[in-house]
């Protein structure tokens, strides 16, 4: 005999664990404060790979285009201005890859704790059969 109440919550658990199994894996597995460092790590290095390569693009345009003859203190302007803005670009950047893997960490772990909701609904419907069966069972040998 089919328990419909069980058969809704087995359904309900399969669809949502097909549906974010992939996104809940890092909340399962990684510390919310891991997952975030290490996509800081990540940021900082793809951001600083953009800035140089933005910032190469841009001198090489202006030496190209712009300027024919580079002095000395155009040099120095130049690698200080790099220096300043990598350091203001690269705290930027860095903070907005963080904000936005603590995000994602908490949405997925949001995620997993509903699952783990309609795991233990499950969990207590199964517990209720098997008390009910074993009752009944017990009724049928007493009487």
């Known amino acids: 005999m089919l328990n419909t109440d069980r058969l809704r919550a087995m359904t309900r658990l399969a669809m949502a664990e097909q549906k974010e199994a992939d996104e809940c894996a890092a909340a399962e597995n990684i510390r919310r404060r891991d997952y975030v460092s290490f996509h800081g790590s990540i940021g900082f290095f793809v951001g600083s790979f953009l ?12 030496m190209f285009t712009a300027v024919y003859a580079v002095t ?4 120095v302007m130049l690698f200080i201005a790099f220096v ?6 690269i705290l930027f950047f860095t903070l907005a890859v963080r904000r936005r893997a603590r995000r994602r960490y908490n949405e997925a772990d949001e995620k997993l704790r509903r699952i783990t909701a309609l795991d233990d609904e499950l969990l207590a419907q199964y517990t209720r059969e098997k008390r009910e069966h074993l009752h009944d069972s017990i009724h049928e040998i007493s009487g």
């Open 84 to 89: 300043v803005g990598y350091l203001a670009f």
């Open 51 to 62: 800035y140089v390569a933005l910032y190469v693009l841009i001198v090489c345009a202006l």
């Open 72 to 75: 000395e203190s155009m040099l």
